[in-house]
Protein backbone atom coordinates (compact mmCIF):
# COMPACT_ATOMS: atom_id res chain seq x y z
CA UNK A 1 0.00 0.00 0.00
CA UNK A 2 1.22 3.31 -0.84
CA UNK A 3 0.86 6.00 2.32
CA UNK A 4 1.47 9.16 0.36
CA UNK A 5 0.89 9.20 -3.46
CA UNK A 6 1.09 12.10 -5.42
CA UNK A 7 -0.59 12.56 -9.13
CA UNK A 8 0.53 13.19 -12.07
CA UNK A 9 4.45 11.76 -11.18
CA UNK A 10 5.43 13.84 -14.66
CA UNK A 11 4.01 17.48 -15.73
CA UNK A 12 5.22 19.39 -18.54
CA UNK A 13 2.99 22.35 -19.11
CA UNK A 14 3.64 26.20 -21.08
CA UNK A 15 4.24 29.22 -19.44
CA UNK A 16 1.22 30.99 -17.77
CA UNK A 17 -1.09 28.01 -17.73
CA UNK A 18 -2.40 26.51 -14.71
CA UNK A 19 -2.31 23.34 -13.31
CA UNK A 20 -3.01 21.19 -10.12
CA UNK A 21 -1.00 18.25 -8.25
CA UNK A 22 -2.90 15.85 -6.24
CA UNK A 23 -1.84 14.07 -2.92
CA UNK A 24 -3.06 11.75 -0.98
CA UNK A 25 -2.08 9.71 2.14
CA UNK A 26 -3.52 6.86 3.52
CA UNK A 27 -1.90 6.82 7.08
CA UNK A 28 -4.74 8.60 8.87
CA UNK A 29 -2.52 11.70 9.59
CA UNK A 30 -3.76 15.35 10.38
CA UNK A 31 -1.23 17.09 9.32
CA UNK A 32 0.27 17.27 5.41
CA UNK A 33 2.60 19.59 3.47
CA UNK A 34 4.19 20.42 0.44
CA UNK A 35 7.84 20.84 -0.29
CA UNK A 36 9.70 22.33 -3.13
CA UNK A 37 12.94 20.86 -4.34
CA UNK A 38 14.93 23.09 -7.01
CA UNK A 39 17.35 21.57 -9.76
CA UNK A 40 20.16 22.06 -7.04
CA UNK A 41 17.92 19.66 -4.51
CA UNK A 42 17.32 22.29 -2.34
CA UNK A 43 14.25 21.44 -0.10
CA UNK A 44 12.18 24.07 1.08
CA UNK A 45 8.74 24.25 2.76
CA UNK A 46 5.66 25.36 1.19
CA UNK A 47 2.81 25.17 3.55
CA UNK A 48 1.95 23.30 6.54
CA UNK A 49 -1.82 22.42 6.69
CA UNK A 50 -3.97 20.50 9.50
CA UNK A 51 -7.43 20.60 10.07
CA UNK A 52 -7.02 24.13 11.95
CA UNK A 53 -5.25 26.17 10.30
CA UNK A 54 -2.65 26.57 7.47
CA UNK A 55 0.67 27.61 7.41
CA UNK A 56 1.76 29.96 4.77
CA UNK A 57 5.70 30.39 3.88
CA UNK A 58 6.16 33.96 3.60
CA UNK A 59 8.01 33.30 0.47
CA UNK A 60 5.59 31.36 -1.39
CA UNK A 61 4.08 33.19 -4.01
CA UNK A 62 0.23 33.61 -3.97
CA UNK A 63 -0.24 32.09 -7.38
CA UNK A 64 0.22 28.94 -5.03
CA UNK A 65 -2.98 27.66 -3.30
CA UNK A 66 -2.98 24.66 -1.20
CA UNK A 67 -7.01 23.18 -1.08
CA UNK A 68 -8.38 20.38 1.19
CA UNK A 69 -11.15 18.04 0.61
CA UNK A 70 -10.42 16.57 3.31
CA UNK A 71 -8.19 15.50 5.88
CA UNK A 72 -6.65 12.99 3.75
CA UNK A 73 -5.96 15.04 0.58
CA UNK A 74 -3.95 18.27 -0.35
CA UNK A 75 -3.88 19.44 -3.78
CA UNK A 76 -1.82 21.89 -4.61
CA UNK A 77 -2.95 24.30 -7.51
CA UNK A 78 -0.45 26.60 -9.63
CA UNK A 79 -1.99 29.49 -11.26
CA UNK A 80 0.23 31.08 -13.92
CA UNK A 81 2.71 29.36 -13.88
CA UNK A 82 6.36 30.80 -14.50
CA UNK A 83 9.60 28.99 -16.11
CA UNK A 84 10.99 29.69 -12.50
CA UNK A 85 8.50 26.95 -10.48
CA UNK A 86 9.86 24.12 -12.84
CA UNK A 87 10.89 21.88 -10.02
CA UNK A 88 10.11 18.64 -8.23
CA UNK A 89 6.78 18.89 -5.50
CA UNK A 90 6.72 17.07 -2.28
CA UNK A 91 4.00 16.42 -0.51
CA UNK A 92 4.77 14.85 3.41
CA UNK A 93 2.12 14.48 6.08
CA UNK A 94 2.64 13.66 9.64
CA UNK A 95 0.51 12.17 12.44
CA UNK A 96 0.46 15.84 14.09
CA UNK A 97 2.20 18.98 13.81
CA UNK A 98 4.20 19.04 17.45
CA UNK A 99 7.94 18.62 15.45
CA UNK A 100 8.78 15.37 16.45
CA UNK A 101 6.96 13.62 14.11
CA UNK A 102 8.19 11.86 10.98
CA UNK A 103 7.07 13.51 7.86
CA UNK A 104 6.37 10.59 5.47
CA UNK A 105 6.62 11.82 1.69
CA UNK A 106 5.41 11.13 -1.80
CA UNK A 107 7.00 10.42 -4.54
CA UNK A 108 7.44 13.96 -6.17
CA UNK A 109 6.21 15.69 -9.06
CA UNK A 110 8.37 17.13 -11.52
CA UNK A 111 6.80 19.88 -13.23
CA UNK A 112 8.88 21.04 -16.46
CA UNK A 113 7.22 24.71 -17.39
CA UNK A 114 8.07 25.40 -20.59
CA UNK B 1 15.75 31.96 11.66
CA UNK B 2 16.39 28.09 11.48
CA UNK B 3 19.37 26.48 9.43
CA UNK B 4 20.81 23.47 8.29
CA UNK B 5 24.16 23.72 7.19
CA UNK B 6 25.83 19.96 5.66
CA UNK B 7 28.50 19.32 3.41
CA UNK B 8 27.23 18.66 0.01
CA UNK B 9 29.57 17.03 -1.91
CA UNK B 10 29.57 14.57 -3.84
CA UNK B 11 31.58 12.61 -1.18
CA UNK B 12 32.70 9.07 -3.10
CA UNK B 13 33.90 6.08 -1.13
CA UNK B 14 34.84 2.84 -1.76
CA UNK B 15 32.53 0.16 -0.45
CA UNK B 16 33.44 -0.60 3.12
CA UNK B 17 34.44 2.42 3.95
CA UNK B 18 33.68 4.56 6.94
CA UNK B 19 31.76 7.05 6.58
CA UNK B 20 31.10 10.28 8.32
CA UNK B 21 28.40 13.50 6.61
CA UNK B 22 28.70 16.22 8.93
CA UNK B 23 25.46 18.74 9.92
CA UNK B 24 25.21 21.38 12.10
CA UNK B 25 22.13 23.30 12.96
CA UNK B 26 21.37 27.23 14.26
CA UNK B 27 17.72 26.97 16.06
CA UNK B 28 16.05 29.54 17.77
CA UNK B 29 14.00 27.14 19.87
CA UNK B 30 14.74 23.05 20.80
CA UNK B 31 14.80 21.21 17.66
CA UNK B 32 13.94 17.66 16.71
CA UNK B 33 16.90 16.38 14.46
CA UNK B 34 16.64 14.15 11.46
CA UNK B 35 18.19 12.37 8.37
CA UNK B 36 15.93 11.71 5.92
CA UNK B 37 17.61 9.81 2.61
CA UNK B 38 16.34 10.08 -1.11
CA UNK B 39 17.09 7.33 -3.91
CA UNK B 40 17.30 8.32 -7.43
CA UNK B 41 14.57 8.98 -9.04
CA UNK B 42 12.39 8.61 -5.20
CA UNK B 43 10.65 10.70 -2.12
CA UNK B 44 12.45 10.97 0.59
CA UNK B 45 12.42 8.36 3.67
CA UNK B 46 13.67 8.44 7.15
CA UNK B 47 16.44 7.48 8.27
CA UNK B 48 17.10 8.14 11.90
CA UNK B 49 16.00 10.74 14.28
CA UNK B 50 16.13 12.34 17.53
CA UNK B 51 13.79 14.39 19.76
CA UNK B 52 16.31 15.73 22.55
CA UNK B 53 20.23 16.29 23.88
CA UNK B 54 22.24 13.31 23.59
CA UNK B 55 19.55 10.93 22.06
CA UNK B 56 21.03 8.20 19.26
CA UNK B 57 19.33 7.77 16.36
CA UNK B 58 19.89 4.35 14.43
CA UNK B 59 18.63 2.59 11.52
CA UNK B 60 20.27 0.16 8.51
CA UNK B 61 23.62 0.69 10.57
CA UNK B 62 23.54 4.45 10.06
CA UNK B 63 23.72 6.33 13.79
CA UNK B 64 23.78 9.84 14.48
CA UNK B 65 24.34 11.68 18.04
CA UNK B 66 22.11 14.82 18.57
CA UNK B 67 24.79 16.89 20.03
CA UNK B 68 23.09 19.82 21.63
CA UNK B 69 26.47 21.73 22.98
CA UNK B 70 27.84 21.41 19.49
CA UNK B 71 24.83 21.98 17.81
CA UNK B 72 25.67 18.96 15.57
CA UNK B 73 24.17 15.36 14.11
CA UNK B 74 26.37 13.95 12.42
CA UNK B 75 25.72 10.45 10.06
CA UNK B 76 27.80 7.71 10.45
CA UNK B 77 28.19 4.15 9.39
CA UNK B 78 31.22 1.72 10.04
CA UNK B 79 30.79 0.06 6.46
CA UNK B 80 29.31 1.12 3.77
CA UNK B 81 27.71 -0.58 0.63
CA UNK B 82 27.16 0.15 -3.02
CA UNK B 83 23.15 0.32 -1.71
CA UNK B 84 24.07 3.04 0.67
CA UNK B 85 24.59 5.33 -2.81
CA UNK B 86 22.15 8.42 -2.92
CA UNK B 87 21.14 12.02 -1.65
CA UNK B 88 21.30 12.49 2.28
CA UNK B 89 19.76 15.35 3.44
CA UNK B 90 20.04 16.45 7.47
CA UNK B 91 16.59 18.26 8.83
CA UNK B 92 15.37 19.84 11.63
CA UNK B 93 11.87 20.63 13.21
CA UNK B 94 10.95 22.94 16.05
CA UNK B 95 9.38 21.91 18.41
CA UNK B 96 8.59 25.63 20.11
CA UNK B 97 6.80 26.80 17.12
CA UNK B 98 4.35 23.52 16.87
CA UNK B 99 6.04 21.87 14.09
CA UNK B 100 3.95 24.08 11.82
CA UNK B 101 6.88 25.57 10.03
CA UNK B 102 7.69 22.11 8.47
CA UNK B 103 11.13 20.56 8.26
CA UNK B 104 13.95 22.97 7.47
CA UNK B 105 16.72 21.15 5.31
CA UNK B 106 20.30 21.14 4.83
CA UNK B 107 21.15 21.17 1.16
CA UNK B 108 21.70 17.42 0.83
CA UNK B 109 24.84 15.50 0.68
CA UNK B 110 25.31 13.21 -2.87
CA UNK B 111 27.04 10.09 -1.51
CA UNK B 112 28.51 7.55 -4.19
CA UNK B 113 29.68 3.91 -3.24
CA UNK B 114 31.80 2.44 -5.60
CA UNK B 115 32.60 -1.31 -5.92
Known amino acids: DTAVSQTPKYLVTQMGNDKSIKCEQN?????MYWYKQDSKKFLKIMFS???????INETVPNRFSPKSPDKAHLNLHINSLELGDSAVYFC?????????????FGPGTRLLVL | GNSVTQMEGPVTLSEEAFLTINCTYT??????LFWYVQYPGEGLQLLLKATKADDKGSNKGFEATYRKETTSFHLEKGSVQVSDSAVYFCALSERSGGGADGLTFGKGTHLIIQP
Open chain 1, 27 to 31: LGHDT
Open chain 1, 49 to 55: YNNKELI
Open chain 1, 92 to 104: ASSQAMTGTETQY
Open chain 2, 27 to 32: ATGYPS
